[in-house]
């Protein structure tokens, strides 16, 4: 079943996935947690420049599936960002992530996210102080 939201689309049934990647510099390690609804992926620490954390899922129903993640760093915590890896909806998921994964980076200037079907990387968050 396809479920459309404006003229974007996204099919039910059909596996998604969440990558965050760590684009740090050895020795600062990056914290990830990410949840849905009180289902937790993580907490997972990435300690080298390249790693990665990788989780998948279907939907299954029509609503609105949305994953949000914390990513931290370095491992005192002092910098922090939360957002959404993972909506639900066709704009999302076409303009955002592009197809089936959504691929995102963290890096000293911020957060990117890389648009799999335009191959577009898109800066997207700043760290805040935590």
């Known amino acids: 079943m396809i479920f459309f939201t404006s003229s974007k689309s996204f099919m039910l ?14 020795p600062d390690q990056l914290d990830v947690t990410c949840h849905y609804r009180g289902k937790v992926h993580g907490p997972v620490l990435l300690e080298e ?27 005192s915590h002092q910098y922090h960002v939360h957002f ?10 076409y303009d955002v992530c592009g197809e089936t994964w959504c ?10 996210v890389t648009n799999t079907r335009t191959g577009e990387i898109i800066f997207k968050y700043n760290w805040q102080l935590a």
Not at 14 to 23: A, F, G, M
Not at 61 to 70: H, L, P, Q, S, V
């Open 13 to 26: 049934g059909r596996r998604y996935h969440v990558k965050i990647v760590n684009n740090l510099t050895e």
């Open 49 to 75: 420049q390249g790693q990665s954390f990788i989780f998948g899922f279907k939907i299954n129903y029509i609503g609105r599936k949305t994953f949000k993640c914390d990513l931290w760093y370095p491992v």
């Open 84 to 93: 959404v890896a993972f909506k639900a909806d066709g704009d999302f998921v």
């Open 103 to 112: 691929i995102w980076t963290a890096t000293y200037e911020g957060i990117y």
